[in-house]
């Protein structure tokens, strides 16, 4: 009994060590989604590309996909676009969503820097961004073929944020949609 | 001089914060008040120790304006509090429900205060039988004897001593 109390305040200690060793590699920049498991919500709206088509929510199902929130005043979603460039012409399908954007300077950069998106949806409000939990450019979702979101990232997709936390997932996804 | 020119640009400092803050029409000052408080209580997911009534990223302003346009719907402030966390999550809320991942925010407080009494009820308890054995100490007569001695020889010497020295 006594020396069970003599370790009690080493216990504590190791305690509070896990709990503040974890805390080092938390980062409280990154919030977890609410949406992930949940379905896309749906909408429809503009189209980038073709002024005057609506896009529908359904329109991303069929195969899993990524879905990119950018904007051109965004200077991170520059950064990571020379990735998604590489990412679409392997074969991933993305879909973008132009966030809070100028359509005008919105369709000059993609001339100018390449198109690596499927379409891209308009949101020139950010309401679609405020029903995905956006809170910042640029943003990724996941999505499987059911149009159900899997995984989010916060912030740009490198080629070590894509091989270590999206590409395993992406694959799982692939591997899902052909039994 | 400078005095006068620090003065004016804290002016102008000031006047630039006060454009920042956007405005909106209410209907009357219950719900101005009720607008003020909600979105005080709420947090901005982007600059994470402000709330949305505070900041200026511009995620706040389109949840302040998003707010507005559902106070204009008429909906209650349940509902757009679960509006918003079923977007955002928890995190909004600067009062976390209870629930399994916030349990240790609510009851570790408590539970170090209890814990902490019970070591220190253990501490008290253990050392009173000490205590109370030191004070009734009895002496056995051969103690007994050897302290009256000791005392009446004290006696003796210092009585000697004020007989020496008056």
Known sequence: MKRAMLLLPLGVFLLMAVFLYRGLYLDPKELRSVLIDKPLPSFSQGSLEEPGRIINSDELKGQPALLNVWATWCPTCKAEHEMLNRLAAQGVAIYGINYKDDSAAAREWLQRLGNPYRFNIEDPQGSLGIDLGVYGAPETFLLDKQGIIRAKHVGAIDENVWRSKLAPLYQQLLDEATP | ?166
């Not at chain 2, 005095?3 to 920042?20: D, E, H, I, N, V």
């Not at chain 2, 402030?77 to 809320?93: A, M, P, T």
């Not at chain 2, 205060?113 to 253990?126: A, C, E, H, S």
Request: include cysteine.
């Open chain 2, 1 to 166: 001089m400078i005095l006068r020119a620090l003065g004016l640009s804290l002016l102008l400092c000031a006047t630039a914060a006060q454009a920042a803050i956007d405005t909106y029409e209410f209907r009357n000052d219950h719900e101005r008040e009720r607008f003020r408080e909600l979105t005080s209580e709420l947090r901005c997911p982007k600059c994470q120790n402000q709330n949305i009534a505070d900041s200026d990223a511009p995620i706040a302003m389109d949840l302040r304006r998003e707010i507005f346009r559902m106070f204009g719907e008429g909906k209650r402030n349940d509902e757009i509090i679960s509006y918003l966390v079923d977007r955002y999550g928890d995190f909004v809320l600067y009062r976390p429900p209870l629930n399994s991942s916030t349990a240790l925010l609510w009851f570790g407080p408590g539970v170090l205060l209890v814990g902490g009494l019970l070591v220190l009820l253990l501490i008290v308890r253990r050392r009173r039988p000490q205590a109370q054995a030191a004070s009734q100490a009895q002496l056995d007569a051969a103690e007994q004897a050897r302290l009256q001695a000791l005392l009446a020889a004290n006696a003796a010497s210092s009585a000697d001593q004020e007989r020496k020295d008056p």
